[in-house]
């Protein structure tokens, strides 16, 4: 019995190399040797996206790390492949061209908007496919800062098949109701496979992801290893304040629209790095 229930992660461990920063699959086919940490970046949101850049540079290791900008349109992309090498951090732009309904430059991606509906939806279906390519993945949302190194963190807290933030406003300390795709360490196992795959089908067409995404781990439960995060290390943006900063590592921008609403937010824990603009 002990035997069952530890086999999807009895085998990750042997696909999985331990270095200085902990676990990850080395075998991930695009990009060996390395895990994959991820952001979805629009137009309206490449300023949040330089200041992600900025606080996440001295945290990250290139030669196990292979940070990818995912295009959420095409005007994007240019600008994000002037912006590779910012701070050190050469990273890959990756466009799915089957995003074209999205929109285009000018498209508000806040929350609830069309655009955001397709990204948010959409982002279930890239995950799966880097997990099918062996791949161990890092989500994270556009609108965060890292205060430390969010990974380490991550490696202290041993292997899971999923990581998450918390994004219950409750805060309580009882179980989470509401954990949040805004930040998602996930390894290539049998069981996280399956939760992507159920995940990117219940979300298809459905306009959100993160309600699609509790309901499938709360049918899994049992059958997959789901670690939630502190809320003193990863708080929301809607409990920040009440944590304070002493124990933080990453921020989150989150229950706020609009990119100034973000970035006042930000500039509250000393967290944005722009000057401001005339």
Known sequence: AANAEGSSLLQLHTALTQKAQGHWSKTCAMYPGKRIVFLSVSSQFTDLFDNWLYHAAPHLNHATEQVVALAEN????????????????????????????????????????????????HRPEVIKGMLEANCTVFYQDVDTAWKSSVLSVLDASGVHDVMLADDDPRDDGKPSRDLCSCLMYIQPTSASMEFARLWAAGAKGNGFNQPVMNGVLFDMRGGIDVYVLSNDQFPSGKNANAHGASKLVSLHANWRIGTQSKVSFLKQFNMWHMPDKE
């Open 74 to 121: 095409a005007e994007v992309l240019p600008v994000l492949r002037q912006m590779s090498g910012a701070y050190g951090v050469n990273f890959d732009t990756q466009f799915d061209k089957s995003w074209h309904h999205i929109g285009n430059a000018t498209s508000n991606c806040d929350h609830l908007t069309a655009s955001y509906g397709s990204v948010v939806t």
